[in-house]
C-alpha cells in the first residue's frame, strides 16, 4: 500500500505536469486545459504507480495498456509522459508542430508509449477492449486501462464497448470515466440549477453507475483529484485483472483543476493562458517560474 | 462456380488451421457471409461481437496489436458508411493489420434493396490514405486475394459479392498487388471492369465479337493500389474505354481510369455503373436490366458508342 509520503510526491508530479499542459498550450498558441487539468492526477497515478510500464522499453510485452480515449487532452498525456521519461521535456516546445511526435491528438505512428490513435471521440474503449481480449485469448497478464470522458460518452460506439466487454468477462479491463461535468459547449444551466461547472452536467441526474453497473461493470466512485482515493481504486481493479468483470473507475473530477480561474469553466476547453495569467498559474501550482 | 461468400468461409477456416493468429469478428451476420463456417471449425477464434459495428472496427485494432490477424465479417454497407470513423481513424490511419471483409457488396444483394446495397464503397474506400482495396471476380481469385490478405501486414479492403458467377480463373491463379489482368485483347473498345462484373464483360465481348466489334477487356482486382502504367497501355490501343462495375459512376473504378487516362493519353472514357440513384429490392436479373450491366445490353450500349 502506497503511503500519505507517496501522495505529495504525486501531487507535486501533478502540480508540474498541469504547469507543462498549461504552459505549453500557450507557447504553441492552441490547445485544451480543462480536459488535461481534470484528468491530470488520474494520469500521474497510472504512470508513477500503478502501471507496469519502462520508458525504456515501451514496447515491453507485458507492459500495461493505456488508452486516452479523450484524445483532445492529449497535452496532457504528453506532459506526464513526458515527467516520465518517455520523452525529454523539452520536446513539449514541438507539440501541434509541424513534424512532431506530440499531434494534437495522440497520434501511435508518431510516439512510442502510445497504444493507438484517438481523436474523433468514443472510440478508444473498443480498442482497449480487443487488447483485453486478445490478452485473454495469448493467457497474457497485463492490464489495459482506457480513460473516457463524460462529454464523450454521449457517443453510440462506447456504448457498444460497454455492452459487449462484460460479455467477454474481462477483468483485466478498466475504464476510468474523467467526469468532470462540462463538455466544449454544452447546455446551459437550468434556472436555479448549481453544479461544480458553468454549464450542465451532460449526465445531470442520470444514474450512470447503476447502468454501468446493470449491464455488468464493477464500479468503484472516487474524487478523481485526490491521490488516496485515486492509487487505491486503480490498484484494486488491476488486482481483479483475472476476475469476470471488466472494472468501471467513476472519477468525480472538475474541468480546469489546479487554477482558480480555470476551474469549472467551460471556456478553458481549449484556450490559450495570457503571459500575466500564466504567472498566476505559476503561483497557484507552487512552480518556480524558471521551470518555464 | 462456387459464391464468393463461401469461398470467404471455407478459405478462413482453412487458413486458421495453419496461422493461430487469425481471428474472425462477427456482427450477427455470420450466416450471410458464412463466417459460421469459420465458428464451427474454429470456435475459440470466432469472435461474436453483436450488432455493433464500430465496436467491432475498435476490438479488431486491438486485437491486431498483440499480433492476430482479425477479419472482420459484415455487409459492405456497415462497413463504409457505419463504421467509417473507426476504419478511418483507429485502422487506416495507424496502418493497423486488420482485414475488412467486405460481403455483399454491389446491387445483388439478395433481394434486400437499397438500405443493403453499397454502391459507394470503391469510391470511399480509395479516397482513404493506406488502405489497400481489392474486388475480386470469381472463386478462384477469391480465395487468393483472402489469402493474400491474410499474408500482407496492413489493413485491406475486400470486397466480396454475395452470388456465384462462372469461373473465370482456375487454381493456377496468383495474385500480384496492383497487377491489373487483361483478358480478352481487342482494337475497337476496352472494357474496364472489377468485380464478378468482369464475367459480364467477357461475355459482351463475345457478343460484340459478332457484331465485328474488337472488345478488349481488362480486369482490375487491385483497385488500390493499383498498376497505372498497365491502364495507359491498354488504352492506347483503342480509341474507346469503357468502365464498367456494379458502383455508383462517380469516384469508383470509371473514376479511377478517368483519372489515369486523362493525366496520361487522354482518351474518351465512358463509365457503366449506377448514376446518381439508388437500388431497389429485385431479383438479380432486374437489377442488371434496369442498370444496363447484363452483357446483352453492355453489348448494346458499346454497339452504339462505337458505330
Not at chain 2, 475488412?100 to 474506400?125: N, S
Not at chain 2, 474507346?240 to 478517368?258: D, F, K, N, P, R
Request: charged share 25%.
Amino acid at each position: 500500500m502506497s503511503s500519505e509520503k507517496d501522495y505529495i510526491e504525486l501531487e507535486m508530479l501533478a502540480r508540474k505536469g498541469r504547469w507543462l499542459a498549461i504552459s505549453t498550450v500557450a507557447g504553441s498558441g492552441a490547445g485544451h486545459v480543462g480536459g488535461p487539468f481534470s484528468a491530470m492526477d488520474i494520469l500521474v497515478a497510472l504512470y508513477f504507480r500503478v502501471m507496469k510500464i519502462d520508458p525504456k522499453e515501451p514496447r515491453m510485452p507485458d507492459r500495461d495498456r493505456f488508452i486516452l480515449s479523450k484524445g483532445h487532452s492529449s497535452i496532457g498525456q504528453y506532459c506526464v509522459m513526458a515527467l516520465r521519461g518517455f520523452l525529454p521535456i523539452e520536446e513539449l516546445k514541438t507539440f501541434d508542430k509541424g513534424g512532431s511526435r506530440l499531434q494534437g491528438h495522440p497520434d501511435v505512428t508518431r510516439l512510442p508509449g502510445l497504444e493507438t490513435s484517438t481523436g474523433s471521440l468514443g472510440q478508444g474503449l473498443s480498442v482497449g477492449l480487443g487488447i483485453a481480449l486478445g490478452a485473454r485469448l495469448r493467457g497474457e497478464k497485463f492490464h489495459t486501462f482506457v480513460m473516457i470522458g463524460d462529454g464523450e460518452l454521449q457517443e453510440g460506439m462506447i456504448w457498444e464497448a460497454l455492452h459487449i466487454a462484460p460479455r467477454y468477462k474481462l477483468g483485466n479491463l478498466t475504464a476510468i470515466l474523467d467526469w468532470n461535468g462540462l463538455q466544449q459547449f454544452g447546455w446551459v444551466l437550468a434556472i436555479n440549477e448549481t453544479h461544480r461547472g458553468d454549464r450542465r452536467d451532460p449526465w445531470s441526474g442520470i444514474d450512470l453507475r447503476g447502468i454501468f453497473e446493470k449491464l455488468g461493470w464493477r464500479c468503484i466512485e472516487i474524487n478523481g483529484h485526490d491521490f488516496a482515493q485515486i492509487v487505491p481504486a486503480l490498484e484494486a481493479a488491476k488486482a481483479s485483472g483475472e476476475s469476470d468483470q471488466p472494472t468501471m473507475v467513476i472519477a468525480h473530477t472538475v474541468k480546469g483543476k489546479g487554477v482558480h480561474f480555470t476551474e469549472g469553466k467551460h471556456e478553458w476547453h481549449s484556450k490559450v493562458a495570457t503571459r500575466d495569467e500564466l504567472k498566476v498559474v505559476a503561483q497557484e501550482l507552487g512552480i518556480e517560474e524558471a521551470m518555464a | 462456380m462456387k459464391a464468393l461468400r463461401d469461398v470467404f468461409g471455407d478459405t478462413l477456416v482453412d487458413l486458421g488451421k495453419t496461422n493461430p493468429n487469425v481471428v474472425v469478428l462477427d456482427a450477427d451476420l455470420a450466416n450471410s457471409t458464412k463466417a459460421d463456417k469459420f465458428a464451427v471449425a474454429h470456435p475459440d477464434r470466432f469472435l461474436e461481437m453483436g450488432i455493433a459495428e464500430q465496436n467491432f472496427v475498435g476490438v479488431a485494432v486491438g486485437l491486431a496489436s498483440l499480433g492476430f490477424i482479425p477479419w472482420l465479417s459484415s455487409f459492405t454497407v456497415f462497413f463504409t458508411h457505419r463504421a467509417i470513423d473507426p476504419i478511418r481513424m483507429l485502422v487506416a490511419q495507424t496502418h493497423a493489420n486488420v482485414k475488412i471483409g467486405a460481403a455483399y457488396a454491389g446491387l445483388m444483394t439478395g433481394l434486400t434493396g437499397k438500405t443493403h446495397q453499397d454502391v459507394q464503397d470503391i469510391a470511399i474506400m480509395r479516397a482513404m490514405p493506406e488502405m489497400t482495396v481489392l474486388a475480386p471476380a470469381d472463386a478462384a481469385e477469391g480465395e487468393a486475394l483472402i489469402r493474400w490478405s491474410t499474408e500482407y501486414d496492413g489493413p485491406v479492403y475486400l470486397r466480396l459479392a454475395r452470388d456465384a458467377v462462372p469461373d473465370l480463373f482456375d487454381k493456377k491463379y496468383r495474385f500480384t498487388l496492383g497487377k491489373t489482368i487483361m483478358l480478352r485483347a481487342g482494337t475497337d473498345v476496352l472494357m474496364i471492369s472489377t468485380g464478378p462484373q468482369t464475367v459480364r464483360c467477357v461475355e459482351a465481348a463475345d457478343l460484340l465479337a459478332k457484331e465485328r466489334i474488337s472488345a478488349g477487356v481488362l480486369h482490375v482486382p487491385s483497385i488500390k493500389p493499383v498498376n497505372k502504367e498497365e491502364i495507359v497501355s491498354a488504352a492506347e490501343k483503342v480509341k474507346l474505354v469503357v468502365t464498367v462495375e456494379e458502383h455508383t459512376i462517380y469516384g469508383g473504378l470509371g473514376g479511377l481510369v478517368a483519372e489515369v487516362l486523362s493525366e496520361a493519353l487522354p482518351r474518351k472514357v465512358v463509365r457503366f455503373g449506377i448514376e446518381d440513384r439508388w437500388g431497389e429490392s429485385a431479383p438479380n436479373d432486374y437489377l442488371l436490366e434496369r442498370f444496363q450491366m447484363s452483357a446483352p445490353r453492355l453489348s448494346e450500349r458499346i454497339q452504339k458508342l462505337a458505330g
